[in-house]
């Protein structure tokens, strides 16, 4: 019996923080698995075998499943099971296409309408980027939503609610596509563009040229898809199902 297996056996009481922690180390693990592709793309994945792999409960490891389903990584098929998910380049440049069609949009009418209230919060998330040491997969993760924040408000800044619905739903998309990628991208190399990019979109926004916003979203929004579009190229364009 797997030693990890005692610490969820009948009878023993899991403190409700302890069960947290299970859950958010099983699904760590299983995220980090789908990533490298120790599990991979098409793989029926199965929730008991889960359990003993990870160390967790039944109940932990469904939780992990949700939160994996919600980040794109596993498909979840009904009367069927749970299959690690797949996403090709194809699919990842049409991600960044319309990504890039709409924060172009946005930036037209966001020199115009931005608040000072979301140029300060832009500032702030830049400045915290800036300063954020990116060294582990959780460092990482949270420079990615600092990012995406930065990147929303920039879409909210338009004050086209319609764009920002639309905007809204693209964004599980992007999340599954950077997370595909991200197990592959040599994402370090990155952040200095990333940096000074973001640096840029500030500038043009506060001299309110749209035309000068929207070539730098383009460049940065194009170098990203060219990044993440080489790291799923190797080996194969499809990655599953
Ligand atoms: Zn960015």
């Not at 994996?68 to 098929?77: H, K, S």
């Not at 749970?82 to 194809?90: D, L, R, S």
């Not at 930036?107 to 115009?112: D, G, P, Q, R, S």
């Amino acid at each position: 019996m797997p030693m990890e297996a005692t610490a969820h056996a009948p009878g023993v009481r899991l403190s409700e923080a302890e069960r947290k922690r299970m859950a958010d180390a099983a699904y760590m693990r299983l995220r980090q698995g789908i990533l490298e592709q120790r599990y991979p793309a098409g793989e029926r994945l199965s929730i008991e075998e889960l359990a003993v792999e990870t160390g967790a409960g039944l109940a932990q490891v469904r939780q992990a499943i949700q939160r994996l389903a919600a980040d794109g990584l596993v498909e979840v098929r009904p009367r069927s099971g749970t299959y690690v998910a797949g996403i090709t380049v194809a699919e990842v440049e049409e991600v960044c296409d319309v990504r890039r069609a709409l924060e172009c949009l946005a930036a037209e009418t966001a020199v115009l309408r931005i608040t000072g209230e979301q140029m300060s919060r832009l500032r702030t998330l830049a400045s915290e980027m800036n300063a954020l040491v990116v060294e582990t997969d959780a460092q990482r993760d949270r420079h990615e939503r600092h990012n995406e924040e930065f990147h929303r408000v920039l879409v909210a800044a338009s004050g086209n609610a319609r764009l920002i619905e639309v905007y809204d739903d693209l964004k599980y998309h992007m999340q599954a596509a950077r997370l595909h990628a991200l197990g592959r991208l040599d994402w370090k190399r990155s952040l200095p563009d990333e940096k000074q990019e973001h640096s840029m979109i500030l500038h043009a926004l506060q001299i309110r040229d749209s035309d000068r916003l929207k070539v730098v979203l383009r460049q940065h929004i194009d170098r990203a898809k060219a990044a993440m579009v080489q790291a799923l190229s190797v080996p194969s364009a499809r990655l599953g199902s």
